[in-house]
């Protein structure tokens, strides 16, 4: 079945440095679509980027990530963290059959902590 | 301003007990969706409901049975409540079930005891 992969449970950056949270899938189908969300604690897990072309850079609030499907990929990315980063951050997917019914999977997440 | 109401925010329960999560939407979603986060868990997607039919689900138990009374709520029954049970249940919605974006409420965190 359809997984998500991220490896990284906890990452710790000094403000100003850059960002990137890994993110690899599984699925058997071409079309599959990719979402990172973010989650500040006592929110609303929130949609940051989705996307599902491949090679194709999706840009959001300072964030990045392009859709590898040579490499089952999604990286998120940013070019400066900052302390207000600081979050729980989960990549999730969905392809043809779990779209039909709104279904996401979702990975184990990262959390980012940036420090001053 | 919280689209997406979920209560309890926290709640405790006996083993053995039976107990409803609510949740409503204002967004004006077609769809609706329960999901669960345990601890060390990936949040795990639990039912899907479209127009108040259920679209999909992924829970083993009979124990958990989401019930629609109008189109924006989809609350969540849990009866002969275990240990195991206790997770963090989102609540979520959606226009409509073709990829489109899901949004989620804040959460009921469930102990049961």
């Known amino acids: 079945g359809d997984s998500v992969t991220q490896k990284e449970g906890l990452v710790t950056l000094t403000e100003g440095l850059p960002v990137m949270l890994n993110c690899t899938y599984q699925?058997?189908?071409?079309?599959?679509?990719l979402f990172w969300y973010v989650h500040y604690l006592n929110e609303s897990p929130r949609l940051l980027l989705k996307?599902?072309?491949?090679?194709k850079r999706t840009e959001h609030q300072g964030f990045h990530a392009t859709l590898h499907k040579s490499s089952s990929s999604f990286h998120l990315q940013k070019s400066s963290a900052q302390l207000s980063d600081s979050a729980l951050y989960y990549c999730?997917?969905?392809?043809?059959?779990?779209?039909?019914?709104?279904?996401?999977?979702f990975g184990l997440g990262t959390t980012l902590q940036v420090q001053p | 301003d919280p689209k997406i109401i979920q209560k309890p925010k926290y709640l405790v329960a006996v083993t053995g007990s039976e107990k409803i999560l609510i949740c409503e939407q204002y967004?004006?979603?077609?769809?609706m969706y329960w999901y669960r986060q345990s601890a060390k868990k990936p949040l795990e997607f639990m039912f899907s409901?479209?127009?108040?039919?259920?679209?999909d689900n992924q829970t083993a138990s009979s124990r958990f049975q989401p019930q629609s009374s109008k189109k924006n709520h989809l609350d969540l029954q849990i009866t002969a409540l275990k240990p195991d049970d206790s997770a963090t249940y989102f609540c979520?919605?959606?226009?409509?079930?073709?990829?489109?974006?899901?949004?989620f409420g804040k959460g009921t965190r469930l102990t049961v005891v």
């Open positions: 979520a919605s959606s226009q409509g079930t073709g990829n489109t974006e899901v949004f």
């Open positions: 699925t058997i189908y071409s079309n599959a679509f």
């Open positions: 996307s599902s072309t491949d090679n």
């Open positions: 999730a997917l969905s392809d043809w059959e779990t779209g039909n019914t709104g279904k996401l999977i």
């Open positions: 967004l004006g979603h077609n769809a």
């Open positions: 409901y479209s127009y108040q039919k259920l679209m």
